[in-house]
């Protein structure tokens, strides 16, 4: 089974990973060895213990290369965005990394296959296998590819609460107006509409979003005053 | 004024650091700048968001290397003990970061210089520097000869609560009785006196320590009673 993910590394990434033993180990789980005795490797728990470590300097070495004039609040702020739960487990999905977990019975029976935060220990544990397999310049590369252009594409925008952050920003020094207005609505086919929500601090204009719900509308006009704000 | 600092780095650890106005900017605090026009650099804020990391990742390769046999949960808690404000502190003392740094008036007057927090700082700012400067390897080789050579003095273990994690081990699955009994007091000068207290857990002696007062001492039995019991 590991050698299918080991072909698929070799092919869609040119990762040629050479200890099947340390894949496995990366997605197995502990109950599954008590319910296997025939195995003879670990479970993930030290590999995800290494993986973790080497997801915080990769990032974060990143960021302060790619971002050279920002300070370290922004840089903290994205990394954050970057580094949790949800973006690691959309990215151990993108690797089918839920379809090989060597899962125990009951947390089969459970969902843990699906669960986000297994899907976010598989993926700190494969990282901290190609990581011992293949060295810190491949894991680079590979981030690159994988998860560092999902910046650009406004990927980890989703894990940040805007809306707080523009009001945090706005208040910060004493309270201001911050008022999201309802600007225009129409109907795109007979299920869906687009809302187009202007967000304003003390009556002045900020920024316009548009989205599928008012809520989608508001988060996306948030954004782009923060982000307009921060640029300026 | 770094320059001294770069020449010790070249006695005593080998280290021949190339960027002097990056050494200065690890060591440099943001209202030094306000205070100093004619300073061309940054502030050590960014240094330091890169060098947590990077001390972050190193102890974890370090360890999950040097420990093959211990699970995540002994891995985790050692690193803990390693990366943190008072072992930070301590570090940047022996390297006399202390004496380098280039603070604010307000800061040199309220004590910054002597404040474990503000070197903390320095030496995660210090190492991002040497991480840029001279690449990974040579942060590993000189933070295994500052840092990793104190796991085996027993350097980190006065960072850790040792009575509690004991009591918490031989509790977990139901109330034991703990006890420390005095079993000797021995002056040793004038003003000094040894106590050896043993740990016992529902009346079977576990292990002793010595220690100037009944408090280390007690401190040492536990240490010692926990660690045999780890290693068993």
Known sequence: MFKQLQ?????????????????????????YINEHPGYKGGDYQRLEFLGDAVMQQSTAVYLFKRFPNWDEGRLT??????????????????????????LGRGEELSG?????????????????????????????????????????????????????????YLQRHGTVKIAYTKLDEQAISNNE?????QVSVDGKPLATGEGKSTKDAEKMAARKAYQSLMNN
Chains 1, 2 share one sequence.
């Not at 990282?127 to 650009?152: C, R, S």
């Not at 509409?193 to 929500?197: M, R």
């Open 77 to 102: 702020e994205l990394r954050i965005s970057m580094v949790q739960t949800r973006a690691f487990a959309a990215l151990s999905r993108e690797l089918h990394l839920d379809r090989y977990v060597q």
């Open 193 to 197: 509409q687009v809302f187009t929500i």
């Open 7 to 31: 072909a698929d590394l070799a092919t869609d990434h040119h990762i040629h990973f050479n200890d099947l033993k340390l894949l496995e180990e990366a997605l197995t789980q502990a109950n």
């Open 112 to 168: 843990a296959r699906n669960r986000d935060s297994l899907l976010e220990d598989l993926w700190e544990a494969f990282i901290g296998a190609l990581f011992l397999d293949q060295g810190q310049e491949v894991v680079m590369n590979f981030l690159e590819e994988m998860m560092f252009v999902k910046i650009d594409e406004g990927f980890y925008d989703q894990f940040v609460d805007y809306k707080s952050k523009l009001q945090e």
